[in-house]
């Protein structure tokens, strides 16, 4: 049996998909995945070995030139390679509009989620046939719940396997000259990269979780992934020869620098997700938004949400104004005056490096 899965983006989207892959598989020996995913994603669904054949797609690249896309040679080699191979099943695991017409020009049955479950109703359209999840259900249980609707079988759910094999990500690190080097003093990676603003743990907050974990003996690596993010990186590590500003690093180089650190340190952003993925110890930080929906599943996740009166917000601008129950906290959490985003007030560094050291007492 071959199945498409479509779930083009982003990072933490594709990560959540993982476990649902591993479902189907144990149900179903003979089953097959292809994938169609984001050019920038190619290297997740490779990592798994249920997932054959890999489909990229350029959907942010070809936004930019959206007219002239679908008249290029890229978009009809695209189209070729989507229509080449009959699937029993199309599964859209996203619920877009953008997934929906996906699903639509490859050749099988589509499968989606119902208009009250997916993110834009109007993607129904494309599917022959639709399931019903719970919104409250956390990402992950959605799609192992629609996966397990649509080809008929029963999971444990008290169990998550993201299914990666560690072999694969070395290859394809390995592939781009890649190694893998040892280090005396045991390593955390902080993973201080968000898209959006309100999500961003402050930089100051950093510093001072630098200075504990280099206290501690702690070798401290911060990736990036644009400009933005390496300045920021730059301004943590600034004054400490122990925290290091890594270089620019594939999905899979990263993927065996996280699988080989003593634990993580994390905002709500795709790398968490990923950190989690690999088994590693994480601390995982929650202002606007929400853990029980959205947070890292899987074993040695400590998830710290924000007791701030207006989170979790759910929004990527932050409109707090300042109100009675601001000016009726103690003086302990005064910095909520000019922490920014506010609500991280509530998550100070000392509390995080505190339930970090617990975390890594109780996974040894």
């Known amino acids: 049996m071959r199945v498409l899965i479509v779930k083009v983006s982003s990072l933490g989207d594709i990560i959540h998909t993982l476990p649902a892959i591993t479902d189907a598989k144990l149900a179903r020996k003979d089953i097959v995945f292809d994938w169609v995913v984001e050019e920038a994603f190619t290297e997740i669904p490779n990592w798994h070995p249920a997932v054959e054949n890999v489909i990229p797609i350029a959907l942010r690249r070809w936004k930019r030139t959206l007219f002239r896309t679908f008249f290029n040679r890229e978009f009809r080699n695209f189209r070729r390679n989507l229509k080449r191979q009959h699937y029993d099943l199309v599964i859209d695991a996203q619920g877009l509009i953008k997934s929906g017409v996906i699903s639509r020009l490859s050749s099988g049955l589509t499968i989606g989620l119902s208009d009250k479950a997916a993110r834009e109703p109007l993607a129904t359209v494309f599917y ?77 907050y950093w510093q001072a979780l630098v200075r504990r974990a280099v206290d501690c003996g702690y070798k401290v690596l911060l990736p990036w992934g644009d400009e933005v993010e390496r300045c920021r990186a730059e301004e943590i590590v600034i004054e400490h020869s ?38 590693k110890p994480t601390v995982s930080l929650y202002g606007p938004t929400d853990a029980a929906l959205s947070g890292t599943v899987g074993n040695n996740q400590v ?62």
């Open 303 to 364: 998830h710290l949400s924000s007791s701030f009166p207006c989170a979790p917000c759910k929004k990527k601008t932050c409109f707090y104004q300042g109100n009675s129950q601001l000016e009726s906290l103690s003086d302990k959490n005064s910095s909520a005056l000019v922490t920014k985003p506010p609500c991280f007030s509530r998550l100070p560094p000392d509390l995080v490096w505190k339930q970090f050291e617990l975390l890594l007492e109780d996974a040894s």
């Open 128 to 204: 022959n046939k639709v399931y019903s999840v719970s919104w409250d259900d956390h990402a992950v249980e959605r799609v192992r719940e629609l996966f397990s609707r649509a080809l008929q079988y029963s999971y444990d759910k008290e169990s998550t396997d993201y299914g990666l094999d560690l072999s694969l990500v070395l290859k394809i690190a390995g592939a781009k000259g890649f190694e893998c080097h040892s280090s005396e003093s045991p390593t955390i990676i902080f993973l201080h990269g968000t898209t959006w603003a309100t999500k961003h743990w402050p930089v100051e």
């Open 242 to 279: 122990d925290a290091i500003l890594l270089p620019r690093l594939s999905l899979s180089e990263l993927a065996l620098k996280i699988a080989s650190a003593a634990g993580v340190i994390s905002v709500d952003t795709g790398l968490g997700h990923l950190a989690a993925a690999l088994g």
